[in-house]
């Protein structure tokens, strides 16, 4: 475990004790704070009727007559009630009928401390004073130093590519390849590879240059793409706590370095120079590892669609394809979710 963050506020740090503990599995804080302290000894006091702290009963009863401008108040205790006890101890009243004021025994706590239970709290005309009762009270601080420990970095390591299955010696070494090549070295199977200069001969015709960068994968590479996207957004959720951003740095910048960019959705632009430059969610059932499907650079897309825009009548990418001859393929940017660079049977 490693603290990364220690907020200590003056002098007081000297003599900070453990409060307690809060977590979330991942992250604890350890609160501490300066030691409790005894509360103020018991006043009288009747801070919903009349302000300030007084010598007696009777006291509180003619501050609340002043207060109120009445007539004389007399203080009658609870009977059975010690006046030496905290809590409301009697009544102010002006006769046997007339209630006008509850005085009791309360214990208060330096401004900036809270009391601890048991307590029952009153507010009301005394100001900012923290009141309430009981034999144990003591007054808390509030918690003047936070330490955050985290427990490593909850986002896993990117697997290795040669672990993932299936890796048996006739498949490793192509997944090996692709990882080395990013992917562009694969054979498709001759009916996609026909279907590919199909396109590449119509967008000639269109003064564009069709730029492959990815054709057939193995099923542990395709898992292996899926695993960085998915990585990239799980180190995204943490961005806004910095102990664990910082605590996952290093395996952060190993998926950045492999998807191109930081990005929760597609790179777009310039990608990471060596990455995969992964510009669209990999599919989980995906046509590439029956070598039907290819991709192409978003220039290629960018150029045809400029191109075919400007023909008359205009064409799209699509339209393109199923022009005669027909070069059998299926666009992606026409999916649900569109996959602009992607092609397949």
């Not at 003056?10 to 804080?29: C, E, I, K, P």
């Not at 992964?278 to 045809?304: C, E, M, Q, W």
Request: net charge neutral; charged share 15%.
């Amino acid at each position: 475990m490693k603290d990364l963050l220690l907020r200590a506020v003056g002098a007081a740090a000297a003599v900070l004790q453990f409060d307690r503990l809060s977590g979330n599995g991942v992250t604890t804080y350890r609160y501490y704070a300066v030691p409790p302290l005894t509360p103020i000894q018991p006043g009288w006091s009747d801070c919903a009727n009349v302000p300030g702290f007084h010598a007696s009963g009777q006291a509180v009863c003619d501050a609340r007559r002043v207060w109120i401008n009445s007539g004389p108040l007399t203080y009658d205790p609870y009977p059975n009630t010690p006046q030496d006890g905290f809590g409301a101890l009697g009544i102010c009243k002006d006769g046997p009928y007339n209630w006008l004021g509850y005085p009791g025994r309360w214990l208060t706590c330096p401004i900036g401390y809270s009391q601890l239970t048991p307590i029952t709290t009153i507010g009301g005309l005394c100001g900012d004073a923290v009141m309430g009762w009981g034999p144990d009270a003591m007054c808390r601080s509030f918690a003047t130093a936070i330490i955050t420990v985290v427990s490593g970095c909850p986002v896993p390591e990117l697997t290795p590519v040669e672990t993932i299955p299936p890796n048996g010696p006739d498949v490793l070494p192509l997944t090996l390849r692709l990882e080395q090549s990013r992917g562009a070295d694969l054979a498709l199977t001759p009916e996609t590879e026909t279907a590919r200069q199909c396109l590449i001969g119509k967008a000639s015709v269109a003064n564009v240059t069709v730029v492959t960068t990815s054709g057939t994968r193995t099923i542990a590479y395709q898992k292996h793409l899926i695993e960085i996207w998915d990585k990239m957004k799980e180190h995204n959720k943490y961005k806004d706590i910095p102990a664990i951003w910082e605590a996952c740095k290093t395996r952060r910048e190993k998926v950045i370095a492999e998807k191109g960019c930081s990005s929760n959705t597609g790179c777009v632009g310039a990608c990471t120079a060596g990455s995969h430059c992964i510009r669209y969610p990999p599919a989980i059932n995906s046509k590439h590892p029956d070598g039907r499907a290819f991709d192409v650079s978003g220039d290629t897309i960018n150029d045809l669609r400029t191109n075919l825009a400007a023909r008359q009548p205009p064409q799209s990418i699509s339209e393109l394809l199923t022009s005669p001859p027909a070069c059998n393929l299926t666009w992606g940017g026409g999916f649900n979710d569109p996959d602009d660079i992607h092609f397949q049977q």
